[in-house]
C-alpha cells in the first residue's frame, strides 16, 4: 500500500532466508541486506576452540533450520521460495 518498487529486508544474516522466503511466499520480493557483524582480526586457537558464544550462534542456526523445515512442512513456503535466484 505504499507503492514501493523494490523493499529492502534488513535483519539478521541468520533469520534471512527463512523471512524471504516467507516473504516470497506472500508475493513480495524483497532485495536482502544483512546485518552480520563478522570479526576482522586474525584468527587465533582461541577463536577455533569452542567457546559459550559459539555454542549460542550453534544454537541459533539449528533453531533457523528447523524453523524452515516446519515452515515447508506446514506450507508456508515452498522450497523453491527458500532456494529462490532474483532474476
Same mark, same amino acid.
Not at 539449528?62 to 515452498?78: C, F, G, P, R, S
Given at each position: 500500500?505504499?507503492?514501493?518498487?523494490?523493499? #529492502? %529486508? #534488513? *535483519? +539478521? $544474516?541468520?533469520?534471512?532466508?527463512? @523471512?524471504?522466503?516467507?516473504?516470497?511466499?506472500?508475493g513480495v520480493?524483497? &532485495?536482502? !541486506?544483512? #546485518? !552480520?557483524?563478522?570479526?576482522? =582480526?586474525?584468527? =587465533?586457537?582461541?577463536? @577455533?576452540?569452542p567457546s559459550? $558464544?559459539?555454542?549460542?550462534? +550453534?544454537?541459533? /542456526? %539449528?533453531? $533457523?533450520? *528447523? +524453523? *524452515?523445515a516446519l515452515? &515447508? @512442512? +506446514?506450507?508456508? /513456503?515452498?522450497?523453491?521460495?527458500? !532456494?529462490?535466484?532474483?532474476?
Amino acid at each position: 500500500h505504499y507503492n514501493a518498487k523494490t523493499p #529492502v %529486508l #534488513v *535483519i +539478521n $544474516e541468520l533469520k534471512m532466508l527463512r @523471512i524471504l522466503a516467507l516473504f516470497r511466499s506472500r508475493g513480495v520480493d524483497m &532485495v536482502p !541486506f544483512p #546485518v !552480520f557483524i563478522m570479526k576482522d =582480526t586474525d584468527i =587465533t586457537l582461541k577463536d @577455533i576452540l569452542p567457546s559459550f $558464544e559459539g555454542l549460542l550462534l +550453534n544454537k541459533a /542456526v %539449528l533453531a $533457523e533450520y *528447523i +524453523n *524452515i523445515a516446519l515452515d &515447508v @512442512i +506446514n506450507q508456508k /513456503v515452498t522450497l523453491s521460495q527458500i !532456494f529462490y535466484k532474483q532474476k
